[in-house]
Nanobody, 116 residues
Framework: QLQASGGGSVQAGGSLKLSCKAS???????????MGWYRQAPGKERELVAT???????NYQDSVKGRSTISKDNAKKMVYLQMNSLEPEDTAVYYC?????????WGRGTLVTVSS
């Protein structure tokens, strides 16, 4: 449904930009949808990292606030998560989510590994 990419292994302090392509979401629906990035660290539950709603309002988990930026490109139906100053605690599988009026879309995660 959604294709996430951009994960990888970086050292602490590094940056990554995650991308998510929502090919199967109708463009008009995509524009109105709530976008989200979640993550799941080993042995932990999935948690919300960032959200973006259609009026441009963003919200971030406290631990990533000031270090991450969620954005989207409606024309390309892409959702992004720019992460800077990465910390080992950011190590997790990251999932993107498109919450449309008709249904929720999820994709396979992309692994981010941050070494100290």
């Amino acid at each position: 449904q959604l294709q996430a990419s951009g994960g990888g292994s970086v050292q602490a302090g590094g940056s990554l930009k995650l991308s998510c392509k929502a090919s199967r979401v109708i463009t008009s629906e995509f524009v109105r949808s709530r976008m989200g990035w979640y993550r799941q660290a080993p042995g932990k539950e999935r948690e919300l990292v960032a959200t973006l709603i259609n009026d441009g309002t963003t919200n971030y988990q406290d631990s990533v606030k000031g270090r991450s930026t969620i954005s989207k490109d409606n024309a390309k139906k892409m959702v992004y998560l720019q992460m800077n100053s990465l910390e080992p605690e950011d190590t997790a599988v990251y999932y993107c989510n498109v919450q449309a009026s008709s249904r929720d879309y999820w994709g396979r995660g992309t692994l981010v590994t941050v070494s100290s």
